[in-house]
């Protein structure tokens, strides 16, 4: 049974506190036509839904802060009831672990792959809600961060980032009037809400902290002037602004034009899907078993390597795995005229203990005209894959192997994940790049070397010449936010000097950006910038980048070598 704007403003608020998903309730009875034992049951289930909270929230007293943090912030929009009840149940960090594993193993859309990209989406998910999302709370808190995580980019955004005047649609009741800054999102479909699914959100107070609404007038900046922003109706005098106060559901939105409410602005239909939206996404479970790889044999083939590190949430850290071949280390075959090279490359990430933590597999190819081959060796061919790891030390393996040759080449190397803590001024890795450029809204957070809404590919062996531009890529962490202005104030100085000289010489190359240049940030602030080094002499350099947070007083500089060689003109 659907109701309509007689369903009142106090039963909509309970429910939404209650957390109840509506879905299956029928409101066949007034309160008059409770039965005694109707009420007891309600009362009971009440009693002991806040019991059950009261024990869940003194078994999260007692976890270590890193399971704490993997469930009240990593996990906390998907993960089920069930799941946190038997999470908080269990009584060993081994349980837990394993509990953690099997979490992400459940949602694998492929199990028979060594790749989770349901894991690596999640993540992603959540650094682009931190890096866009921010306001004076973390994106990942906001209600935009939330949806975004949960259920991914919207199909359509209808922005309006500085408010203004705004045209109301007949449903709205027409007319003009100005608003505070909102967003329209729409989903064409969601899994268990259905097709056209349209979410609004608004920044009432203009300090970038949107929120969820059901309500569309919420988003009128006049609606409390007497006389202003008139409804078609009023403005001909059919109709006064006080109506908007009595409505009975909660809102003050005025009759839509003609008299007749849509179905999606019913007052049950929006808390359904206010409802149905902060539900856990669906998750199929399946009895998975434990990915078994190959023992590594050592060979041939020398390549070069690199790792990253960007913070996700305080409990994951976003590593981009960066893998480089030199050519001439690669064997060709023709065909066509064209010189084909493949290395299957495999990966594998494990703790201490030796458990699996993350593995994956790809084939690099490469296709070089045959006559352009041996010009071609003197460079190399690039791979890179981010996966999300928690902070802690790691055993990482790299094999790669050549198709035509059957060489292998291996690296076994320590892989030390570093913990961002709170309330502590930081940065991710400091990444000099060869190449640093937009992409388009459809590939962000997608494919190789991308990271949230831009393209960085590093320079591995971080050598330049005069004529190059230096890409320089740097995320900054923990920025204070002003109590009052909802703002950070940050300041930043790159600072280029030549390594042999001392510590204390005059950097040959300097330059500050000033906080209003900076781009717009909440507490995590992201650069991009390219340095041109033409005015360098061949050498080795060292770069600073020094971000001072001129809040809280902190002051970080991130440092990292590189070398200008010859341009190849003047190269003897």
């Known amino acids: 049974m659907i109701m309509g704007r007689s369903f009142s403003k106090a039963c909509q608020i309970g429910l939404l506190l209650a957390g109840l998903t509506l879905s299956g309730i029928a409101f066949t009875r007034t309160p008059q036509q409770e039965t005694p034992s109707d009420k007891d049951q309600q009362q009971d289930a009440k009693k002991a839904a806040k019991q059950q909270k009261q024990s869940q929230r003194s078994?999260?007293?007692?976890?270590d802060s890193q399971y704490k943090k993997w469930l009240n912030e990593d996990v906390v929009y998907i993960i089920t009831p069930e799941e946190k009840?038997?999470?908080?149940?269990?009584?060993?960090?081994?349980?837990?672990?394993?509990?953690?594993?099997?979490?992400?193993?459940?949602?694998?859309?492929?199990?028979?792959s060594p790749e989770n990209t349901y894991k690596e989406e999640h993540y992603r998910r959540i650094a682009y809600a931190n890096e866009h999302y921010a306001s004076g709370i973390p994106g990942w808190k906001s209600d935009r961060g939330r949806i975004y995580i949960m259920w991914g980019?919207?199909?359509?955004?209808?922005?309006h980032p500085t408010g203004g005047t705004y045209e109301r649609p007949s449903s709205e009741g027409g007319g003009e009037t100005s608003t505070y800054p909102f967003e329209d999102w729409r989903y064409r479909y969601l899994e268990g809400m259905g097709e056209n699914v349209e979410l609004e959100f608004v920044d009432p107070t203009s300090t970038g902290e949107y929120h969820l609404t059901m309500d569309p007038s919420e988003k009128d900046a006049l609606l409390y002037v007497p006389g202003a922003g008139l409804t078609l109706a009023e403005s001909m005098g059919l109709a006064d602004k006080t109506q908007r106060f009595q409505n009975t559901d909660g809102t003050h939105d005025a009759q839509p034009i003609g008299g007749m409410t849509p179905e999606s602005m019913e007052e049950f239909t929006r808390l359904q899907r206010y409802a149905d939206i902060f539900k856990p996404p669906p998750v199929k479970f399946k009895d998975l078993e434990a990915v078994v790889t190959?023992?590594?044999?050592?060979?041939?083939?020398?390549?070069?390597?690199?790792?990253?590190?960007?913070?996700?949430?305080?409990d994951t850290v976003l590593v981009p795995i960066t893998v480089q071949v030199p050519r001439k280390q690669m064997s060709f075959q023709e065909k066509d005229g064209v010189d084909t090279s493949t290395m299957n490359l495999f990966a594998r990430v494990t703790s201490l203990s030796g458990r699996v933590v993350q593995t994956f597999e790809d084939t690099m190819r490469t296709d070089v005209p045959a006559?352009?081959?041996?010009?071609?060796?003197?460079?190399?061919?690039?791979?890179?894959?981010a996966v999300p790891l928690r902070p802690g030390?790691?055993?990482?393996?790299?094999?790669?192997?050549?198709?035509?040759?059957?060489?292998?080449?291996v690296v076994n190397t320590r892989l030390p994940v570093p913990r961002f803590e709170e309330d502590q001024l930081s940065s991710s890795t400091l990444i000099l790049a060869d190449q640093i450029q937009r992409v388009s809204m459809k590939d962000i957070g997608l494919g190789q070397f991308v990271l949230g809404d831009v393209k960085v590919r590093p320079k591995l062996d971080k050598t330049f010449v005069p004529t190059d531009a230096m890409g320089v890529f740097l995320q900054v962490y923990n920025l204070k936010v002003d109590d009052?202005?909802?703002?950070?104030?940050?300041s930043v100085e790159y600072r280029v000097s030549k390594v042999e000289e001392k510590s204390n010489s005059?950097?040959?190359?300097?330059?500050?950006?000033?906080?209003?240049?900076?781009?717009?940030?909440?507490?995590?602030?992201?650069?991009?910038?390219?340095?041109?080094?033409?005015?360098?002499?061949?050498?080795?350099?060292?770069?600073e980048v020094a971000v001072t947070d001129n809040l809280s007083k902190q002051t970080i500089t991130p440092t990292e070598e590189f070398t200008v060689n010859p341009s190849p003109a003047k190269a003897k």
């Open 506 to 543: 005059t950097p040959m190359l300097k330059f500050d950006i000033s906080s209003d240049k900076l781009p717009e940030h909440g507490e995590e602030l992201t650069l991009e910038n390219m340095i041109t080094l033409g005015s360098l002499t061949p050498g080795k350099y060292k770069l």
């Open 294 to 314: 190959s023992r590594l044999v050592r060979d041939q083939v020398k390549f070069d390597y690199r790792f990253d590190f960007m913070r996700i949430t305080s």
């Open 393 to 409: 030390l790691y055993r990482l393996d790299i094999v790669l192997k050549d198709v035509n040759n059957n060489n292998v080449g």
């Open 85 to 112: 009840n038997a999470f908080l149940h269990l009584s060993t960090n081994e349980e837990r672990e394993q509990f953690i594993e099997q979490f992400w193993q459940r949602r694998n859309p492929d199990p028979d």
């Open 484 to 490: 009052k202005t909802h703002k950070a104030d940050a």
């Open 153 to 159: 980019p919207p199909d359509e955004i209808d922005s």
């Open 371 to 385: 006559a352009l081959l041996q010009q071609s060796l003197s460079g190399a061919s690039i791979y890179q894959k």
């Open 59 to 63: 078994l999260e007293r007692e976890l």
